[in-house]
T-cell receptor, first 110, second 112 residues
């Protein structure tokens, strides 16, 4: 299956700081999603972004499919941004499975 | 409201018992999925179903079973054959060739 690597594994930020999370994957993909897991375990969909750039408020994401990586940007971080961010990818073809990275744990301090 | 519901939220089981976790969706999605999450790790796929009355094993299917008799329901049974069942279980659904997946709130299973 596709290998997914996320970096860094842990990130500590001061409120108001900007940050970049990275996701590398090992093969061509049909699907790439970014999720935020809140303290109660719920996975919140942030972006569906197999290619290109999207923005949603203080968050934005870019996927460069030809180079097999995606970036998630957090600007002006807030304490509510704390949690684990997961990247998940699905291969090309009819296989609809998602492979998850190990996640980046973000802690935003007031 | 449209969404995915899972029940129960917390489940405690004695060793040797089978338990069934419920997952229901009203998003009219064809595909449904079960994932397992262990502390500090990402999600791993247990089983998935792309259509009613059909399902496939994921990466860690041993000790689990599923059924898909209705489009909106995809229950997961954790059997006594699962060696280490204590974990957080997440159900998801998706639709179409892009297959964007959406997740339920999860069930925390603890084996006593």
């Amino acid at each position: 299956g596709i290998q997914v690597e996320q970096s860094p594994p842990d990130l500590i930020l001061q409120e108001g700081a900007n940050s970049t999370l990275r996701c590398n994957f090992s093969d061509s993909v049909n699907n790439l999603q970014w999720f935020h897991q809140n303290p109660w375990g719920q996975l919140i969909n942030l972006f569906y972004i197999p290619s290109g750039t999207k923005q949603n408020g203080r968050l934005s994401a870019t996927t460069v499919a030809t180079e097999r990586y995606s970036l998630l940007y957090i600007s002006s971080s807030q304490t509510t941004d704390s949690g684990v961010y997961f990247c998940a990818v699905g291969p090309r073809g009819n296989d609809y499975k998602l492979s998850f990275g190990a996640g980046t744990t973000v802690t935003v301090r007031a | 409201d449209g969404g995915i519901t899972q029940s129960p939220k917390y489940l405690f089981r004695k060793e040797g018992q089978n338990v069934t976790l419920s997952c229901e969706q009203n998003l009219n999605h064809d595909a449904m999925y079960w994932y397992r999450q262990d502390p500090g790790q990402g999600l791993r796929l247990i089983y998935y179903s792309q259509i009613v009355n059909d399902f496939q094993k994921g990466d860690i299917a041993e000790g689990y079973s599923v059924s898909r008799e209705k489009k909106e329901s995809f229950p997961l049974t954790v059997t006594s054959a699962q060696k280490n069942p204590t974990a957080f279980y997440l159900c998801a659904s998706g639709q179409g060739t892009d297959n964007e997946q959406f997740f339920g709130p999860g069930t925390r299973l603890t084996v006593l």
